[in-house]
């Protein structure tokens, strides 16, 4: 391997046809988040800064670059739902990408069903066969290494319910490939499916 390597600081700008960024850290999960404002109105969306961060209690997160309406509606209500992105989905999810104004209903645009949920009063995509509930926990404004806000802002929700298509579940085992997830890459259009072909193993060291 060369040990010749490209070095940039990003503040100054990387001098490459595309940034590379998100395409190192990736592919990544997506954050389709399900949210309903106050006054009743549902947003779907999709975000490619998302992730788990904790087991107990289960808390997942996904950044809003912008203040957008899923971080809106968040605030006004506290709760949302994440529904898992897969192959089958993929033009419906990027149909919920759309520029549109808030009063558009993304379920409808994408031509989705939403599903009432058992603790919260936002809706799962019905048509997702993996969705949680989520009550939010925190929303942290991020910042820079100086100290400067920046127009992002990190949701954390604690997972309060789980819903799984049985056929998911084999001997009471998730299968993740099974699912077909989706994940996204670095370029403006690039997504990656997980398969079982991908799967390898390695135990923890004792």
Known sequence: MSEEVCFYEPALGHGLPHDPFNAIVGPRPI???SSRASDGKLNLAPYSFFNAFNYTPPIIGFASVGAKDSLRNIEQTGEFCWNLATRPLAAAMNQTCAAVPP???EFALAGLTP????LVKVPRVKESPVSFECKLSQIVQLQSAAGQQVN?????GEVVGVHIATALLVDGIYQTALAQPILRGGGAADYF???QDMLFKMA???
């Open 115 to 118: 599903e009432a949920s058992r």
């Open 204 to 206: 923890r060291p004792t």
């Open 193 to 195: 499916e997980i398969t």
């Open 103 to 105: 009063e558009v209903d």
């Open 31 to 33: 954050g389709w988040i």
């Open 152 to 156: 992002s802002w990190l949701i954390l």
